[in-house]
């Protein structure tokens, strides 16, 4: 087991751990939504198949384009079979949006580039008022997409763009990534579940164990609650034990600091070979264990909702997404200030802020911030639409300096 560790150690640490996926499962598409793609997915053709015409407008042959007029000879709709163009006078064929270009034909004037003379369709000429170039207003043959060509990586996460081009290669099962269960435990005397009624010594209710469900589930995983925890040795103990068998991956907050009453940690003192790391060095959160529990991942992360929020978003999200078969990122600006900034601990510090883009250039202020303690949750909900940033110092900075901030989903 290591200690004390650097933010540096610790996350090389986890980027060393072998983590594979934990299965493949075929779903419906609808079902595919958010999930990740396990299989690449390559064209099963050339898209367009056909050459087709990108506007309304009248096909013909190049031959024929200094001819003074062109007889029309039908009207092509899309959907229709595709027409051929007799090559032995100036004909032209109206063709519509979407549809297939005729055979022989190699130019599209637009209609609005065109004049039609008499009244009967079979009478009708043309005159082409402005000459396109060959194969101008024309999609051509695997102009989208060429069969063979990757359309889709294996893990992406699969949004509603991705929903709409799988259904156009008319890819009704979809194979993606199992999604990983994920056993949430929370533990203090002082905590009240949501919807009860509080007394003289329980007085906080349950955010850590909510906000953990909602971050599992966001990242696409399956979160299993379980009731909250008292503290209690066995009960804590037998806790752990059971959701390290009915999850693939558990997360607890509370308990995990160095009180008497933290039977987390003293849980991880009595299993301390398969602890990974015990404390790093960084505000909030130098408290977080990560062990392989029964050869699952095991975070105990600190009681305090920011500390908790924030060693999720520093640590198990990376484990976790790894799981899910997705590949970790993160998104960091390099903003400079505009005021100075004083820091008197020697941790390395993650501090909430708001993160604005006005007009394409990034600044960040601490507007709203009531205090950087561990405790104050809303810290992390601001009222305007700012986003939400992580602020890294190392140390007191001036106005001015350039800091790194880490963007919040």
Same mark, same amino acid.
């Given at each position: 087991?290591?200690?004390?560790?650097?933010?540096?150690? !610790?996350?090389?640490?986890?980027?060393?751990?072998?983590?594979?996926?934990?299965?493949?499962?075929?779903?419906?598409?609808?079902?595919?939504?958010?999930?990740?793609?396990?299989?690449?997915?390559?064209? %099963?053709?050339?898209?367009?198949?056909?050459?087709?015409?990108?506007?309304?407008?009248?096909?013909?042959?190049? !031959?024929?384009?200094?001819?003074?007029?062109?007889?029309?000879?039908?009207?092509?709709?899309?959907?229709?079979?595709? %027409?051929?163009?007799?090559?032995?006078? %100036?004909?032209?064929?109206?063709?519509?949006?979407?549809?297939?270009?005729?055979?022989?034909? $190699?130019?599209?004037?637009?209609?609005?580039?065109?004049?039609?003379?008499?009244?009967?369709?079979?009478?009708?000429?043309?005159?082409?008022?402005?000459?396109?170039?060959?194969?101008?207003?024309?999609?051509?043959?695997?102009?989208?997409?060429?069969?063979?060509?990757?359309?889709?990586?294996?893990?992406?996460?699969?949004?509603?763009?991705?929903?709409?081009?799988?259904?156009?290669?008319?890819?009704?099962?979809?194979?993606?990534?199992?999604? /990983?269960?994920? @056993?949430?435990?929370?533990?203090?005397?002082?905590?009240?579940?949501?919807?009860?009624?509080?007394? +003289?010594?329980? $007085?906080?209710?349950?955010?850590? @164990?909510?906000?953990?469900?909602?971050?599992?589930?966001?990242?696409?995983?399956? /979160?299993?609650?379980?009731?909250?925890?008292?503290?209690?040795?066995?009960?804590?103990?037998?806790?752990?034990?059971?959701?390290?068998?009915?999850?693939?991956?558990?997360?607890?907050?509370?308990?995990?600091?160095?009180?008497?009453? $933290?039977?987390?940690?003293?849980?991880?003192?009595?299993?301390?070979?398969?602890?990974?790391?015990?404390?790093?060095?960084?505000? %909030?959160?130098?408290?977080?264990?990560?062990?392989?529990?029964?050869?699952?991942?095991?975070?105990?992360?600190?009681?305090?909702? +920011?500390?908790?929020?924030?060693?999720?978003?520093?640590?198990?999200?990376?484990?976790?997404?790894?799981?899910?078969?997705?590949?970790?990122?993160?998104?960091?600006?390099?903003? /400079?200030?505009?005021?100075?900034?004083?820091?008197?601990?020697?941790?390395?510090?993650?501090?909430?802020?708001?993160?604005? +883009?006005?007009?394409?250039?990034?600044?960040?202020?601490?507007? @709203?911030?009531?205090?950087?303690?561990?405790?104050?949750?809303?810290?992390?909900?601001?009222?305007?639409?700012?986003?939400?940033?992580?602020?890294?110092?190392?140390?007191?900075?001036?106005?001015?300096?350039?800091?790194?901030?880490?963007?919040?989903?």
């Amino acid at each position: 087991m290591k200690t004390n560790l650097t933010f540096t150690q !610790a996350k090389e640490i986890l980027h060393t751990q072998t983590i594979a996926p934990l299965g493949i499962e075929r779903v419906f598409l609808h079902d595919a939504l958010g999930r990740i793609l396990a299989k690449g997915i390559l064209a %099963p053709s050339h898209m367009p198949h056909f050459p087709l015409s990108r506007m309304d407008g009248y096909a013909f042959n190049s !031959a024929f384009k200094d001819a003074k007029s062109f007889q029309i000879l039908a009207e092509n709709k899309a959907g229709n079979a595709i %027409p051929t163009l007799p090559l032995d006078a %100036p004909f032209a064929i109206k063709t519509f949006t979407g549809a297939k270009i005729p055979k022989n034909a $190699d130019m599209l004037a637009p209609i609005e580039d065109c004049q039609v003379e008499n009244c009967e369709v079979e009478q009708n000429s043309l005159k082409i008022q402005a000459l396109p170039h060959i194969g101008q207003h024309i999609r051509q043959v695997g102009e989208n997409y060429k069969k063979g060509e990757t359309l889709l990586q294996k893990g992406t996460r699969l949004n509603a763009h991705h929903i709409g081009l799988l259904a156009s290669l008319n890819q009704v099962f979809v194979e993606v990534f199992t999604r /990983p269960k994920v @056993g949430i435990l929370v533990s203090g005397n002082e905590l009240l579940e949501l919807g009860e009624n509080p007394s +003289n010594t329980q $007085d906080l209710y349950n955010a850590n @164990g909510h906000l953990l469900l909602a971050k599992v589930l966001e990242n696409g995983a399956i /979160p299993k609650l379980y009731p909250i925890l008292k503290d209690d040795k066995a009960q804590i103990i037998s806790s752990v034990q059971l959701a390290l068998k009915e999850c693939d991956m558990v997360i607890s907050s509370g308990g995990a600091s160095v009180g008497d009453y $933290d039977f987390i940690t003293t849980l991880c003192k009595e299993r301390e070979k398969e602890v990974v790391f015990k404390g790093v060095q960084i505000k %909030p959160g130098q408290h977080i264990i990560y062990a392989h529990f029964n050869q699952k991942h095991f975070f105990a992360l600190p009681g305090f909702p +920011n500390s908790t929020l924030v060693t999720f978003e520093l640590f198990v999200k990376e484990i976790l997404l790894r799981l899910l078969g997705a590949k970790p990122t993160t998104t960091t600006l390099k903003i /400079p200030l505009n005021q100075n900034i004083t820091k008197n601990d020697t941790r390395l510090e993650f501090r909430v802020c708001n993160v604005r +883009n006005l007009k394409g250039s990034f600044s960040i202020d601490f507007e @709203g911030k009531k205090d950087f303690q561990s405790a104050i949750l809303n810290n992390f909900c601001p009222l305007d639409d700012a986003q939400v940033g992580l602020c890294i110092l190392d140390s007191s900075k001036q106005s001015g300096e350039i800091v790194e901030v880490l963007l919040l989903s």
